[in-house]
């Protein structure tokens, strides 16, 4: 498979992703975009020719933000950006970013395929952070560390995000 079918192949699951979403009335955000092709690749077994890095929140890919840049840019899907605050300063310390379908899309995925993403995108971000980093240390950040960060997810699953 040339770079060229590499690309349109992660896209594709990328919408696909994004569709399931919508169509269960489920929020998407990167991280769960970013884990679902985490495990798309890992458990499902399809080859997506995606390298992760160890990242706070669990594997990271480059190339997927990447994409998900471009399908923002190509006016595919629509972005929604809300700022994260500091509790201490009120700086604006990072956006958590949310993602809907622009535009009607045909994607061409197999029964099995859809009902994996389908069943992953029904879980919250922060549910699939904890599972991936569970079972998949080794490619999580160093266990203290990621301790506290799990730590720090289930005190902020309890701030309200209205």
């Not at 985490?38 to 995606?50: A, I, K, M, S």
């Not at 950006?81 to 899309?105: E, H, N, Q």
């Not at 919250?124 to 960060?149: G, H």
């Amino acid at each position: 498979m040339n770079e060229d079918e590499l690309i349109k192949k992660q896209e594709k699951y990328i919408l696909a992703i994004v569709r399931e979403a919508k169509r269960g009335k489920i929020k998407v955000d990167t991280t769960k975009i970013m884990k679902i092709m985490f495990l798309l690749q890992r458990e499902y077994g399809l080859d997506l020719g995606l390298k992760f890095t160890p990242f706070v929140r669990g594997p990271t890919s480059m190339v997927v933000v990447k994409l998900i840049e471009k399908l923002v840019e190509n006016g595919i899907i629509r972005e929604s950006a809300r700022p994260i605050r500091d509790p201490f300063t009120g700086w604006i310390i990072a956006y958590y970013r949310t993602y809907r379908l622009k535009k009607k899309v045909r994607i061409r995925i197999n029964r099995k395929e859809r009902e994996f993403i389908k069943n992953l995108a029904k879980q919250e971000s922060n549910e699939l952070v904890k599972y991936v980093m569970r079972k998949y240390p080794e490619d999580s950040i160093p266990e203290r560390v990621r301790d506290i960060s799990i730590k720090l997810m289930n005190m902020l699953d309890k701030i309200p995000t209205t």
